[in-house]
């Protein structure tokens, strides 16, 4: 089974620009599992301010996809109707850091991540998230661009 990470966010256009590319590996849907990995950012606070907080979890197989963006739904729904095994993670911490923690624990084999459109000078490099996890992780990456209409 060949696994593919594939971290989400709320927009739309990169979450379906993360389907295509999905849809469209040579690959048959049977033969990949997907696990679509949302990422909430730490808060900011000092320990005064609150006691009880759990920070860098990793919430794994989730059915009850209430709490993550609609997009989360979204993709798993397309992939599962298209043959491919998903399954849905929500993970708390640094973005980049937690992406390629969760590609070391659940050892995939790929990530599929989806880009930002950028002005002609942001294009010469990826957003902050995009060039951490390139430069961290230790597995093939395709970054894809949001899915822009004819």
Known sequence: MY????PIDENDERVESQIETIRGLPAAPAEITVD??????ELDFSAE???????????????????????????????????????????TGRPAA????????????????????????GKVLFG???QSVLLDVDRPVTVVPAHVDP
């Open 3 to 6: 696994t593919i990470l594939v």
């Open 36 to 41: 679509v990995l949302h990422v909430r950012e």
């Open 49 to 91: 301010d609150i006691e009880d907080v759990s920070i860098g979890t990793l919430e794994t197989d989730l059915e009850d996809l209430s709490s993550l963006p609609e997009t989360a739904s979204l993709i798993a729904t397309e992939l599962r109707e298209s043959g491919i095994e998903t399954a849905v993670h929500a993970a």
């Open 98 to 121: 937690a992406i390629v923690d969760v590609a070391d624990r659940r050892n995939a084999d790929q990530l599929v991540l989806g880009a930002r459109r950028q002005s002609p000078v």
């Open 128 to 130: 902050s998230v995009v």
